[in-house]
């Protein structure tokens, strides 16, 4: 079983950055595929990315596409999330998740019911 954490949230300014980290425990972290999901206030929860075991394969929604990053270093057990050029629309609690088969496929037709394990969020707030 692996634990997730997440840290790096915080306030920024619309235009700004920032990069989120997922730190993980367990010494088979390095096989699993990981996602990145965000819920805002009164909305669904959204995947908005994904890294599978390699680091190469990747998802992105088209809501984040060309300004997020996803990355992992598995020597660290983390995965990371940078984020660039942010919108007001991108505040939420953002949460890395690990996949119900730990090594589920990355593809565009990655899923979030493709995600089983939570890690507790870390909020983002983007003001203009």
Do not use: H
Not at 25 to 40: E, L, M, N, P
Request: hydrophobic share 35%.
């Amino acid at each position: 079983q692996v634990q997730l954490v997440e840290s790096g949230g915080g306030l920024v300014q619309a235009g700004g950055s920032l990069r989120l980290s997922c730190a993980a425990s367990g010494r088979t972290f390095s096989v699993y595929t990981v996602g990145w999901s965000r819920q805002a206030p009164g909305k669904e929860r959204e995947l908005i990315a994904a890294i599978d075991w390699s680091g190469g394969s990747t998802y992105y929604a088209d809501s984040v596409k060309d300004r997020f990053t996803i990355s992992r270093d598995n020597a660290k057990n983390t995965v990371y999330l940078q984020m660039n050029s942010l919108k007001p629309e991108d505040t939420a609690v953002y949460y890395c998740a690990t996949p119900y088969f730990s090594q589920a496929t990355v593809s565009p037709w990655t899923s979030i019911t493709d995600f089983g394990s939570w890690g507790q969020g870390t909020q983002v707030t983007v003001s203009t």
